[in-house]
């Protein structure tokens, strides 16, 4: 009898121990079906797009000069010019007796352009009448609004092939009286113009470098310019000489970009600054030299709290599909990375995201394009937004926010590949968000 009790006392504590204790559920890379967990995909919460407005954003320091222009049917027609400061050399010679030969400013192309590469550009010099300084004391940073003052006769101009591609120097012959002027300096040992960097800046304030209104190409070049002084030496053998004059402060180059959009896609956006991709052709446009980005917001997604038996994200992965048709041909590249950057209602750039790589550093995510060579539908950009989705669903107050697509940090003010995508409505392209969620019965 007592043997009886005592099986039945160790069978009542068994069965409460079990009835009180917690599922363990391991949140991993691998899920099991236990019986108690549900691992569940949904693609039914909206991506919202629109096209954000720029006025005016940094090109000081970039390490790039843009010139030309072209005329996008989305975006507008686009103008570039850039500016520039020389320094003269540390130079120690004997000018006597030297002649002047010619002038040239030499640009070097980096690759990067948009537009009609089989086109002359008419490329425009002209020296400046006022010097290169910021109008705000407080920042040394020029914008793409900032413009300064030119003497209104050319410096110099060309008609020029330019093969951005072909790592082939763009050479623009300068005014021969300018240059003989330079060189005379250099003769006259003593002309104090040319004794101190300061002393030269005041005599030679720079130049602007700008294409003709009817262009059909913007190419980028390096900042470093040379504006070369050929001259020829008497001695037993009449030599070639050089003096190069090259730049002085990059922070004092910068580009000027102006967008005439009275014709574009986009001719509204100024006046909107933003635009939700259903008032224009279900679609969403990124082009950041042009003034426009493309912005992406979750609102619906806190709804997932709803879900039964939620419990959390597990992977929540962004697809954004390029419209079948903006890209691929002729000047219509797209940008081989983009990223994310996170936003509040003010469309104010804020923090890239990122993931933690297996050996622990951050990367930045870029969008691991892919392009369907074929038929154009695969193409896409895709992203892990995990993480910053949890932070959303977890925080109620800045559901209000989103993700801005644009270049990486380094080069989205002066590069020209363009993307249009399309909201869940644009048969083109799909932008898409899929999450896998568990679920605890």
């Given at each position: ?365 870029t969008g691991n394009l892919q392009v369907d060579q074929l038929y154009g539908e695969n ?42 995508i399309g909201d869940r409505n644009n048969a083109l392209g799909k932008t898409e968000l ?8």
């Amino acid at each position: 009898m007592v043997k009886n009790k005592l099986y039945l006392f160790l069978l009542f504590v068994c069965v409460t121990w079990f009835a009180c204790k917690k599922v363990d559920i391991q949140f991993g890379d691998q899920f099991l079906d236990n019986g108690y967990t549900q691992v569940i995909k949904v693609d039914s919460f909206n991506a919202e797009l629109s096209t954000v407005y720029i006025d005016s954003f940094g090109t000081s320091a970039s390490g790039v000069a843009m010139i030309g222009g072209y005329n996008d049917p989305v975006f507008g027609k686009i103008s570039t010019s850039s500016y520039f400061e020389f320094a003269p050399p540390t130079y120690v010679d004997s000018f006597a007796g030297t002649t002047f030969d010619s002038i040239a400013l030499i640009v070097q192309p980096t690759g990067s352009y948009i537009g009609d590469s089989t086109k002359p550009v008419h490329i425009e010099v002209n020296r400046l009448a006022q010097a290169i300084v910021p109008s705000d004391n407080s920042s040394s940073i020029l914008f793409n609004t900032n413009s300064f003052a030119v003497m209104p006769s050319l410096l110099g101009s060309k008609d020029a092939i330019v093969r951005p591609t072909a790592n082939e120097p763009v050479r623009i012959r300068l005014d021969d009286a300018f240059g003989k002027a330079l060189l005379k300096k250099y003769q006259n040992n003593n002309d104090g113009d040319i004794q101190t960097l300061d002393a030269f800046l005041q005599y030679f304030f720079g130049i602007r470098v700008s294409a003709s209104a009817n262009s059909s190409m913007i190419f980028n070049c390096k900042d470093s310019v040379v504006m070369r002084l050929y001259y020829k030496k008497p001695g037993l053998y009449t030599e070639d000489r050089v003096i190069n004059f090259t730049l002085n402060n990059n922070a004092h180059q910068f580009n000027h970009v102006e967008v005439d959009r009275s014709a574009a896609v986009l001719k509204n956006l100024a006046s909107a600054k933003e635009i939700k991709s259903g008032n224009i052709n279900n679609a969403a446009y990124t082009l950041y030299p042009a003034g426009a980005m493309t912005k992406i917001r979750f609102p619906s997604v806190r709804d997932i709290l709803k879900m039964p038996s939620y419990a959390k994200i597990l992977k929540a992965t962004l697809t954004v599909r390029p419209l079948r048709g903006s890209y691929g041909s002729g000047s219509y590249t797209l940008p081989p990375q983009l990223r994310l950057c996170t936003t509040t209602t003010l469309n104010q750039l804020g923090a890239d995201i990122y993931i933690y790589t297996s050996g622990g550093s951050i990367e930045t995510l870029t969008g691991n394009l892919q392009v369907d060579q074929l038929y154009g539908e695969n193409t896409s950009y895709s992203y892990d937004i995990t993480n910053y989705l949890r932070t959303v669903v977890a925080d109620g107050t800045i559901n209000g926010n989103g993700l801005l697509l644009l270049p990486p940090s380094g080069v989205y003010t002066s590069q020209f590949g363009r993307v249009v995508i399309g909201d869940r409505n644009n048969a083109l392209g799909k932008t898409e968000l899929d999450i896998v969620y568990a679920a605890v019965q």
